[in-house]
């Protein structure tokens, strides 16, 4: 049985949904981002405790197919900016209908009318909070940080950086104070 399951946004949310199904004694055959395999099918007590038990640790499970393809789309974005060293060679729509196997334009209208926002939008969102991130380790140059995340200059990603955020990212950076926010609430 596939399971869809939303928030899951990191490493730690696969140890902890896994660590749930074990709890449950399920016969797992892999979790991933978005989605845990198990080797038989819930009864419904069991599917009304692991929806309760996942929803504690912030996460749903999701029935239809639309929430599971922008769910999709969601994962694949924040692996790709969070998770990954990959820097896009195509743009992010051939890359996403390439990744998820359907057309670009279907995924933009499904996830701007159930989301309220662009899918490009949300990957912006994605990358600023990454820059964030490096900004506050403060290890890297911000041509560094623009370099690994793949974007054309420092110029221009300080110039994205205070669209989103209002701040320059030196500014951002001088401030010492943690603004950012959770993957799964953006």
Known sequence: MHLYIKNMVCPRCITAVRSELEQMKLNIHSVELGEAEIGNDLTPEEQRHLEATLKKLGFELIGDKKSRIIEQVKNEI?????????????????????????????????????????????????????????????????????????????????????????????????IKETKRRNIDEL
């Not at 499904?110 to 939008?121: C, Q």
Request: hydrophobic residues 35%.
């Open 78 to 174: 924040v692996y790709l900016v969070h998770h990954s060293d990959e820097i896009l060679k195509t743009n992010l729509s051939a890359w996403l209908a390439e990744k998820l196997r359907y057309d670009y334009t279907y995924l933009s209208n499904l996830f701007s009318e159930v989301e309220g926002t662009t899918i490009e939008k949300y990957y912006i969102t994605q990358r600023i909070e990454k820059v964030k991130e490096l900004l506050v380790y403060d290890e890297l140059s911000l041509a560094e940080i623009a370099d690994s995340l793949g974007y054309s200059s420092a110029a221009y990603l300080s110039s994205q950086f205070k669209k989103v955020t209002g701040l320059t990212p030196t500014f951002y950076k001088s």
